[in-house]
C-alpha cells in the first residue's frame, strides 16, 4: 500500500466551477502537508502548504487537513482555464526533508 | 535571476549507455534531489543530498548515481543498470530541515532510452 494516496484523474469541469482534490495518507508522522501544480512539461510548483492541521486559504484556493481522518483536501472556486494542470499532493514529517508525493490529478477546465 | 536549471530539456541514448543529467541551482539551498515522474506514479525520489559532498539513496536508487563536490550541483548519472531509464527526471533544491517543505524545481529532463 502506498503511504499518500491520489486519484489521478482525469477531472474536467466546465469553467467557474468548484474543484475538490484530495489525497489520503498512512504515515501518522506527517506534520506539513503540501499541494504543488505541474503544468505540461513543466517542474512543479508549491502552490499552498499546511502545517498540522487546519485549513488555509489563498484567494482561490483553500487547503483543508483533517489529521484524524488522515485526509487532505484542495478546494478552487470559480475555476479557470489557467487552472489545467496536474495537481500533486506531498508530505513531510517534521525532521528531514524529504517529501512524499501521491500520484497527481490532471485537471482540466474548460472555457 | 534565482532558480534551478537542468539540461538538456531532451535527451536521447542507445540501451547500454551510460548518461549524465545536469542540475544546478543558484538558490544557496544546502538540499538537492532527484525525482523520476512515470505516468501514474507521481514523483519518486532517486537520490538527495542534504550538504556537500553527502548524498543517500532514495526509494529507487538502483541504477543511478549522484555526485554533490560543489553547493549549486547534483548530476545524476543513469547507468546501464537501470531496467526502465526512459522517463522525465526532475531536480529540486530545498533549504534542509523544517523549511524543506518548499522544493524549488527544474524544468526537468526528458530521457528516452531505445
Known amino acids: 500500500q502506498k503511504e499518500v494516496e491520489q486519484d489521478p484523474g482525469p477531472l474536467s469541469v466546465p469553467e467557474g466551477a468548484i474543484v475538490s482534490l484530495n489525497c489520503t495518507y498512512s504515515?501518522?508522522?506527517?506534520?506539513?502537508f503540501m499541494w504543488y501544480r505541474q503544468y505540461s512539461r513543466k517542474g512543479p510548483e508549491l502552490l499552498m502548504y499546511?502545517?498540522?492541521?487546519g485549513n488555509k486559504e489563498d484567494g482561490r484556493f483553500t487547503a483543508q487537513v483533517d489529521k484524524s481522518s488522515k485526509y487532505i483536501s484542495l478546494f478552487i472556486r470559480d475555476s479557470q482555464p489557467s487552472d489545467s494542470a496536474t495537481y500533486l499532493c506531498a508530505m513531510k514529517e517534521t525532521s528531514g526533508s524529504r517529501l512524499t508525493f501521491g500520484e497527481g490529478t490532471q485537471l482540466t477546465v474548460n472555457p | 535571476d534565482g532558480g534551478i536549471t537542468q539540461s538538456p530539456k531532451y535527451l536521447f541514448r542507445k540501451e547500454g549507455q551510460n548518461v549524465t543529467l545536469s542540475c544546478e541551482q543558484n538558490?544557496?539551498?544546502?538540499?538537492m534531489y532527484w525525482y523520476r515522474q512515470d505516468p501514474g506514479q507521481g514523483l519518486r525520489l532517486i537520490y538527495y543530498?542534504?550538504?556537500?559532498?553527502?548524498?543517500q539513496k532514495g526509494d529507487i536508487a538502483e541504477g543511478y548515481s549522484v555526485s554533490r563536490e560543489k553547493k549549486e550541483s547534483f548530476p545524476l548519472t543513469v547507468t546501464s543498470a537501470q531496467k526502465n531509464p526512459t522517463a522525465f527526471y526532475l531536480c529540486a533544491s530545498s533549504v534542509p530541515g523544517l523549511a524543506g517543505h518548499e522544493q524549488y524545481f527544474g524544468p526537468g529532463t526528458r530521457l528516452t532510452v531505445t
Open positions: 538558490l544557496n539551498h544546502d538540499a
Open positions: 504515515n501518522s508522522a506527517f506534520q506539513y
Open positions: 543530498s542534504q550538504i556537500v559532498n553527502d548524498f
Open positions: 499546511t502545517y498540522s492541521s
